[in-house]
Nanobody, 127 residues
């Protein structure tokens, strides 16, 4: 059974940085595309970024382009999200998700394309 555990969430000031990690076990991490989603209170879950099984290509939601970087270490079965220039609008619970294929594809931003989810890690950005 695949398990995924996120960590690294914290409370930071606007302009700060955080690095989220998602450690996985029990699955074929090195053959699976992975993504980060986030959900703010009262809002729907939205896709943030996706990375294909080999590390490229990567995809980003428009509001995080140039500020967030997704990466992975297949040897450690771990997914990362480096976040910089954080804004209050980035405040949300962040979830990692395992895609049902090795590539992100054109529909990577739909949550229905992901089979396994972590429990989330909270990021709070204050102004």
């Amino acid at each position: 059974q695949v398990q995924m555990v996120e960590s690294g969430g914290d409370s930071v000031q606007a302009g700060g940085s955080l690095r989220l990690s998602c450690t996985t076990s029990g699955g074929a991490f090195d053959r699976t595309a992975m993504a980060w989603f986030r959900q703010a209170p009262g809002k729907e879950r939205e896709a943030v970024s996706c990375i294909s099984y080999g590390g490229a290509p990567t995809y980003y939601e428009d509001s995080v382009k140039g500020r967030f970087t997704i990466s992975r270490d297949n040897a450690k079965s771990t997914l990362y999200l480096q976040m910089s220039s954080l804004k209050p609008d980035d405040t949300a619970m962040y979830f990692c998700a395992a895609r049902t294929s090795g590539s992100c594809g054109g529909s990577w931003y739909f949550a229905s394309g992901y089979s396994t989810w972590g429990q989330g890690t909270q990021v709070t950005v204050s102004s």
